[in-house]
């Protein structure tokens, strides 16, 4: 029995010294724990520190501007200035003064000279093609929109010189209306049959016009020059450049002062006024309801050159109320609701100086424009840049969401 035993115990140890695929092992390099443990010889390397990785600090952006910046359609020429613009019912083309730059214009005379170097040109909005639209001295053009069934086409367009007002039908010559001499900024009545126009002092009115109070705003035939009403405001205000709204023309806006207590007429002291022709006498009021009716001009409310926009709930307009030129000549656009009743909407930055705003017909995109002439304040010692013409996108504003 015991010589059994002595051989169990032998066949065990030779099993635990297998490889485990059966074979012998080599244990001379594994230490003192044969066949239980292996140990490895390695050498600890310390570990470096990584520098972290710098970000560079990102520049802030600028707060959005509360202003609309001007989208030019035109590339810069230092040749020319480009002034007055109006736009066809279908949005596509503008027909505007141009004038060579260092050359006379009458872009700030009143009553105007007859500064033959400006002419109307017109603009090609698909193409930027430019081309003559007048030969002749022309000034001061408005484009009547013809509105049928929701749809908008072109009609005739209306522009002055100092021998009165002219007419242009679609494919046709300029024409002018007889007896309109010294009559300027014909503002066309929906349907294209009358005008409204500035009567200057120098204007004769006809026979039943006993209007000694100009300058004045009128209602003429826009076939035949006839004047229809010889004063649509009231003797109590100066009145020019008229506007007239497309939805209820008996609104007609135009840019004048109180007379009251002036003995000379100065376009630098208006406010955009309104007078409502369907009571019999007008009434006539400022625009801007907060606006005094009296002799105290107010420099806040200053304003010319108003227009309504297509539907009516709207006015445009340009002052210098809020821009910083002791002349009185850098210029801001505004709009501000049909009312009159809500503080008006600074749109573009005195920088511009920016005049004479019209509205762009309704659009397909649903975007609300404007269109003006724009001209950069240069540095200080530097020459004015010229005019040109931009556009500027104003949907934000009028949907409540401006500043």
């Known amino acids: 029995m015991k010589r059994i035993s002595v051989l169990l115990l032998a066949s065990v140890s030779f099993c635990f010294a297998q490889d485990p695929h059966g074979l012998a092992r080599d244990n001379r390099s594994e230490g003192t724990n044969v066949g239980l443990h292996f140990q490895t010889n390695t050498t600890s390397v310390p570990r470096v520190p990584t520098t972290p990785r710098l970000r560079p600090t990102p520049t802030p952006r600028p707060p959005p501007s509360r202003f609309v910046e001007p989208h030019f359609l035109l590339p810069p020429n230092p040749e020319v200035n480009d002034y007055r613009p109006v736009v066809n019912a279908e949005g596509t083309k503008v027909v505007f003064e141009r004038y060579p730059t260092g050359n006379a214009s009458d872009v700030k005379l009143y009553p105007t000279g007859n500064a033959s170097d400006t002419k109307l040109y017109i603009l090609d909005l698909a193409t930027g093609d430019v081309q003559p639209f007048v030969t002749f001295a022309s000034t001061r053009p408005d484009w009547c929109w013809i509105s049928s069934g929701g749809t908008l086409t072109s009609g005739p367009v ?55 109070v100009r300058p004045l705003t009128a209602k003429i035939d826009a076939t035949t020059g006839a004047v229809v009403v010889c004063r649509l405001a009231n003797d109590t205000v100066w009145a020019g450049f008229p506007s007239v709204n497309q939805v209820n023309p008996n609104l007609v806006a135009f840019a004048g002062q109180f007379n009251g207590e002036s003995n000379y007429y100065d376009q630098d002291l208006n406010y ?132």
């Open 158 to 212: 209306a522009f002055s010189n100092n021998d009165g007002i002219y007419r242009v039908d679609p494919s046709g010559t300029p024409t002018p209306l007889p007896g309109t001499a010294n009559m300027i900024y014909p503002a066309w009545y929906p349907g294209c049959q009358y005008l409204a126009v500035d009567v200057s002092a120098r204007a004769d009115l006809g026979q039943g016009c006993n209007e000694p």
């Open 272 to 403: 955009s006024w309104v007078t409502d022709t369907s009571t019999q006498p007008p009434h006539v009021t400022p625009f801007d309801h907060d606006a005094p009716t009296g002799p105290a001009f107010l420099q806040k409310f200053q304003a010319r050159t108003g227009w309504w926009s297509p539907d009516g709930k709207w006015f445009a307009f340009e002052s210098n109320r809020i821009c910083d030129d002791l002349s009185g000549q850098t210029y801001a656009i505004f709009i501000q609701d049909a009312s009159g009743t809500q503080p008006a909407i600074q749109v573009s930055d005195c920088k511009w100086n920016v005049q004479h705003p019209k509205w762009f017909p309704p659009r397909n995109d649903g975007k609300t424009l404007l269109i003006a002439p724009v001209q950069p304040i240069p540095p200080p010692g530097q020459s004015p840049q010229p005019y040109r013409l931009a556009t500027f996108d104003v949907s934000r504003l009028v949907i409540g969401t401006g500043p």
